[in-house]
Nanobody, 125 residues
Framework: QVQLVESGGGLVQPGGSLTLSCVAS????????IAWFRQAPGKEREGVVC????????LYADSAQGRFTISRDNGANTVFLQMNSLAPEDTAVYYC??????????????????WGQGTQVTVSS
Protein backbone atom coordinates (compact mmCIF):
# COMPACT_ATOMS: atom_id res chain seq x y z
CA GLN A 1 0.00 0.00 0.00
CA VAL A 2 1.43 3.36 -1.10
CA GLN A 3 0.18 6.48 0.64
CA LEU A 4 1.15 10.15 0.78
CA VAL A 5 -0.40 12.43 3.40
CA GLU A 6 -0.02 16.21 3.39
CA SER A 7 -0.43 18.45 6.42
CA GLY A 8 0.42 21.94 7.62
CA GLY A 9 -1.97 24.04 5.59
CA GLY A 10 -4.04 26.83 7.04
CA LEU A 11 -4.83 30.52 6.96
CA VAL A 12 -1.95 32.99 6.80
CA GLN A 13 -1.72 36.72 6.14
CA PRO A 14 0.06 38.09 3.07
CA GLY A 15 3.80 38.14 3.66
CA GLY A 16 3.57 35.30 6.14
CA SER A 17 5.00 31.79 6.06
CA LEU A 18 3.84 28.20 6.27
CA THR A 19 5.60 24.86 6.18
CA LEU A 20 3.84 21.89 4.63
CA SER A 21 4.71 18.26 5.27
CA CYS A 22 4.26 15.17 3.12
CA VAL A 23 4.61 11.84 4.92
CA ALA A 24 4.94 8.65 2.92
CA SER A 25 3.94 5.16 3.98
CA UNK A 26 4.06 1.83 2.21
CA UNK A 27 7.36 2.61 0.49
CA UNK A 28 10.75 4.12 1.29
CA UNK A 29 10.62 7.72 0.21
CA UNK A 30 14.38 8.22 -0.06
CA UNK A 31 14.41 6.21 -3.29
CA UNK A 32 12.18 8.64 -5.16
CA UNK A 33 11.70 12.19 -6.29
CA ILE A 34 8.77 14.06 -4.71
CA ALA A 35 6.93 17.04 -6.14
CA TRP A 36 4.52 19.62 -4.80
CA PHE A 37 1.57 20.68 -6.93
CA ARG A 38 -1.20 23.14 -6.22
CA GLN A 39 -4.65 23.81 -7.57
CA ALA A 40 -6.41 27.13 -7.09
CA PRO A 41 -10.17 27.53 -7.50
CA GLY A 42 -11.12 27.49 -11.16
CA LYS A 43 -7.58 26.72 -12.32
CA GLU A 44 -5.71 23.65 -13.49
CA ARG A 45 -3.32 21.80 -11.23
CA GLU A 46 0.12 23.42 -11.36
CA GLY A 47 3.52 21.99 -10.56
CA VAL A 48 5.38 24.05 -7.94
CA VAL A 49 8.69 22.35 -7.19
CA CYS A 50 10.28 18.90 -7.10
CA UNK A 51 13.14 17.32 -5.17
CA UNK A 52 15.18 14.40 -6.47
CA UNK A 53 16.27 11.39 -4.47
CA UNK A 54 19.71 13.03 -4.19
CA UNK A 55 18.10 16.21 -2.79
CA UNK A 56 18.47 18.46 -5.80
CA UNK A 57 15.69 20.97 -6.36
CA UNK A 58 13.89 21.27 -9.68
CA LEU A 59 11.75 24.38 -9.95
CA TYR A 60 8.47 23.99 -11.78
CA ALA A 61 6.78 27.35 -11.11
CA ASP A 62 8.73 30.57 -11.62
CA SER A 63 6.53 32.25 -9.02
CA ALA A 64 8.00 29.97 -6.33
CA GLN A 65 11.62 30.95 -6.95
CA GLY A 66 13.21 32.65 -3.98
CA ARG A 67 10.15 32.08 -1.80
CA PHE A 68 9.57 28.33 -1.57
CA THR A 69 12.11 25.78 -0.35
CA ILE A 70 11.67 22.03 -0.68
CA SER A 71 13.59 19.65 1.57
CA ARG A 72 13.42 16.09 2.79
CA ASP A 73 14.05 14.08 5.93
CA ASN A 74 14.55 10.55 4.68
CA GLY A 75 14.73 9.10 8.17
CA ALA A 76 11.24 10.43 8.83
CA ASN A 77 10.02 9.51 5.33
CA THR A 78 8.92 13.12 4.95
CA VAL A 79 9.24 15.94 2.42
CA PHE A 80 8.68 19.57 3.41
CA LEU A 81 7.70 22.71 1.57
CA GLN A 82 8.64 25.92 3.35
CA MET A 83 6.72 28.84 1.91
CA ASN A 84 7.75 32.42 2.65
CA SER A 85 6.45 35.80 1.50
CA LEU A 86 3.08 34.30 0.75
CA ALA A 87 0.65 36.21 -1.43
CA PRO A 88 -3.07 35.76 -2.13
CA GLU A 89 -2.28 34.14 -5.48
CA ASP A 90 -0.63 31.29 -3.55
CA THR A 91 -4.04 30.28 -2.22
CA ALA A 92 -4.68 26.72 -3.36
CA VAL A 93 -4.93 23.11 -2.32
CA TYR A 94 -1.38 21.79 -2.18
CA TYR A 95 -0.62 18.18 -3.11
CA CYS A 96 2.51 16.07 -2.93
CA UNK A 97 3.13 13.40 -5.54
CA UNK A 98 5.69 10.90 -6.78
CA UNK A 99 6.18 8.86 -9.93
CA UNK A 100 8.51 6.50 -8.05
CA UNK A 101 11.59 7.41 -10.03
CA UNK A 102 14.80 9.00 -8.76
CA UNK A 103 14.71 12.08 -10.97
CA UNK A 104 12.01 14.69 -11.30
CA UNK A 105 9.88 14.18 -14.41
CA UNK A 106 8.09 16.84 -16.42
CA UNK A 107 5.86 19.19 -14.39
CA UNK A 108 2.71 17.76 -15.96
CA UNK A 109 0.46 16.23 -13.34
CA UNK A 110 -0.16 13.17 -15.51
CA UNK A 111 3.53 12.27 -15.14
CA UNK A 112 2.85 11.30 -11.52
CA UNK A 113 1.29 8.09 -10.28
CA UNK A 114 0.80 8.60 -6.54
CA TRP A 115 -0.84 11.57 -4.84
CA GLY A 116 -1.77 12.75 -1.40
CA GLN A 117 -5.21 14.05 -0.51
CA GLY A 118 -4.13 17.70 -0.43
CA THR A 119 -3.95 20.41 2.22
CA GLN A 120 -5.60 23.83 1.93
CA VAL A 121 -3.47 26.97 2.03
CA THR A 122 -5.33 30.28 2.21
CA VAL A 123 -3.48 33.60 2.07
CA SER A 124 -5.74 36.47 3.05
CA SER A 125 -5.78 39.55 5.22
Amino acid sequence: QVQLVESGGGLVQPGGSLTLSCVASGFKLDLYSIAWFRQAPGKEREGVVCITSSEHTVLYADSAQGRFTISRDNGANTVFLQMNSLAPEDTAVYYCATDRTSWCPSPNHYSYDYWGQGTQVTVSS
